[in-house]
């Protein structure tokens, strides 16, 4: 059975058909490479299955479930975890603050609940260990680098036991080293059975990690098709139209 | 491993307590406070004196509870005009009804009903049609001012029925030498402290000021939780009102006009850090400004230039302090 199953997903603002009768289906522990020209629809996709906007037509499945998603936090309550293209940090907060944004621990002194920080630091300290990253919790994300802010939001998707995670180009604006971090997290995604959904223009990531590789195309999913059994000719012909479909 | 992870978890940017304490703006803001108050008393006989330091600290405790509530909308990145208007309205509500003959405590709590509703308009106009604050809240500075004016036909209200003494009592007495609202401005400005700093609804204030749209998406109630932001404004103003109506013991409707800017000011002087304590230092500052242009014998029309200009230069210097962060 599919992890994540969408059917039919059309999504239009006002005239622009941002997303026209999509279908796609993501096995469990399965790399999903999500790729497509600027404005082919994939931050809506993520969007929508993030919860963020509802689709005009269409659903969604996950486990074989039918599932509505009003607001992230339905999509949240079903395993759906989102790293997003701006990154969605808050610049006055620290690093552990924005790690734990909407779901703080609190400790409660009889009607007064207060938030637990000691414990936040101490996790948000933990899954920077584990993503070997030099971010350290109680630092304000202002001061923080590219690399420093998206171990941040990674690290974010991984507070709760996520069975899916949407990553909208985590890769654009790190350096090297930690692109090459970042990589390996996903692997690791992989090898716990999370599925993962990687948007990105790195044509080389998306081979390096990727099971299967979709293309969008002006809102229309072109193909899908395991990565062994394409190559990067392929994609950047599909991508830009140069191929029809695969 | 587990050590540098503690030392990891541990480590903070800031080096010392003292280097901390003097990268805020709250302690350069009191620091201004206190020479401005060493220089007074140096230069004048009245300032040090009982009386005149007395008023300084009743006239400020007004403005620091307002200041309060007004950290909290400038935190999350908006303002609130209407402060001004809803003291008057809560003020108006309350001496209306004891004059009428009912009990204080009743009145007070229907004058904190009309300063709920007031932050409740403005809540929903900025949150959920999505209006500018600053657009919401000018028009309600209008609309709730005249609207007290309706509710007293103008006149002045010097009589309060039973409990006259008690509101007198309340806002204009002292305990142990201390103004009462004092008091209450303490006892607010303790428990805002705890709860920006250590409730989830603090740290969503924050949140909502430093990226709303993140706030948004990572499932904070960001609609609701703006809501109760302009309805604690409101009601810190309420509660000022009626507090001064005891203090004044008459109230007319030109009462709070213009205190919006005393206010956003106090709020602001502290650079926005959005601090219970900055709010309260930063209005203790407009105040003791206030207060020596009286004592030294400038003209009060010279009053807005100083207050004026002082907020804009700590604006500045908050804006100049961040750009080398
Ligand atoms: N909130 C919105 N309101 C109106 N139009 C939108 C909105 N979000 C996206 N669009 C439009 O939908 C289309 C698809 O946008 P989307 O952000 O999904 O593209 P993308 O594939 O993520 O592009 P990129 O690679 O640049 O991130 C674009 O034409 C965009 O302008
Ligand atoms: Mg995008």
């Known amino acids: ?13 006002g005239a622009i ?6 279908s796609l289906e993501v096995a469990p522990g399965e790399v999903l490479g999500l790729m497509g020209d600027n404005g082919a629809g994939k931050s809506t996709l993520v969007k929508i299955v993030a919860g963020n906007f509802r689709p005009t037509k269409g659903e969604i499945r996950i486990d074989g479930q039918l599932v509505e998603l009003h607001k992230p936090i339905d999509a949240r309550e079903r395993g759906i975890e989102v790293v997003y293209q701006d990154l969605a940090l808050c610049d006055n907060l620290s690093a552990a603050s924005n790690v734990f944004l909407g779901r703080e621990p609190v400790r409660r002194f009889g009607p007064l609940a207060v938030i637990d920080y000691p414990a936040m630091r101490m996790r948000a300290g933990e899954l920077f260990a584990q993503l070997k990253t ?3 919790p109680r630092d304000l994300v202002r001061r923080m680098s590219g690399g420093q802010r998206q ?9 709760s036991k996520p069975r899916i995670v949407l990553m909208d180009e985590p890769t654009a604006a790190i350096s090297v080293r930690q692109v090459a971090e970042v990589l390996n997290l996903i692997r690791r995604l992989r090898d716990q059975g999370i599925s993962v959904v990687l948007i990105s ?9 990727c099971d299967r590789i979709a293309v969008l195309r002006r809102g229309q999913m072109v193909a899908s098709k395991r990565a062994a059994a394409s190559s990067p000719e392929e994609v950047t012909g599909l991508i830009t139209g140069a191929i029809e479909t695969a | 491993m587990t050590d540098t992870l503690q030392s990891a978890i541990d480590q903070s940017q800031h080096r010392s307590p003292l280097a901390r304490l003097a990268g805020t703006q709250v302690f350069w803001v009191l620091a201004a406070a206190i020479l401005a108050c060493l220089a007074l008393t140096v230069l004048t006989d009245s300032f040090a004196s009982e009386r005149n330091l007395f008023n300084v600290a009743r006239n400020f405790a007004f403005v620091a509870i307002i200041a309060i509530g007004m950290t909290a909308v400038i935190a999350s990145g908006g303002i609130d005009l209407s402060v001004g208007s809803s003291l008057v309205l809560a003020a108006m509500v309350v001496s209306v009804l004891m004059e009428g003959g009912h009990s204080f405590w009743l009145s007070a709590a229907a004058a904190m009903g009309a300063a709920l509703v007031v932050g409740l308009i403005n809540g929903m106009l900025i949150a959920y049609v999505g209006m500018p604050a600053f657009v919401v809240t000018l028009g309600m500075l209008s609309a709730a001012r005249s609207l007290a004016m309706v509710l007293s036909n103008n006149k002045m209200i010097y009589q309060f029925g039973p409990d006259h003494d008690l509101l007198l009592w309340l806002g204009g007495g002292s305990t142990f030498g201390l103004p009462h609202p004092l008091y209450i401005l303490i006892a607010l400005c303790g428990v805002m402290s705890v709860v920006f700093r250590w409730t989830r609804w603090g ?5 909502i000021g430093g990226n709303e749209h993140a706030a948004t998406l990572t499932g904070i109630p960001v609609r609701r939780l703006k809501v109760s932001i302009y309805i604690f404004s409101a009601l810190t103003a309420g509660l000022a009102g009626i507090l001064m109506a005891g203090w004044l013991g008459s109230v007319t409707t030109n009462l709070g006009q213009s205190m919006e800017l005393a206010v956003i000011g106090g709020a602001n002087l502290a650079g926005g850090e959005g601090t219970a304590l900055g709010a309260v230092v930063g209005a203790l500052l407009i105040e003791v400004i206030r207060n020596s242009l009286i004592l030294l014998g400038i003209s009060t029309f010279w009053q807005g230039m100083f207050i004026g200009t002082s907020i804009i230069i700590a604006v500045a210097f908050d804006r100049i302090r961040h750009m080398k962060a």
């Open chain 1, 151 to 159: 171990a941040v939001a990674i690290a974010r998707t991984l507070l």
């Open chain 1, 201 to 209: 223009h790195r044509m080389p990531d998306v081979f390096a990690v």
């Open chain 1, 1 to 13: 059975m599919s992890r994540l199953k969408l059917t039919g997903l059309s999504r239009s603002f």
């Open chain 2, 203 to 207: 740290q969503h204030v924050f949140a």
């Open chain 1, 134 to 136: 030099e971010t350290r």
């Open chain 1, 17 to 22: 058909q941002a997303l026209d009768d999509v």
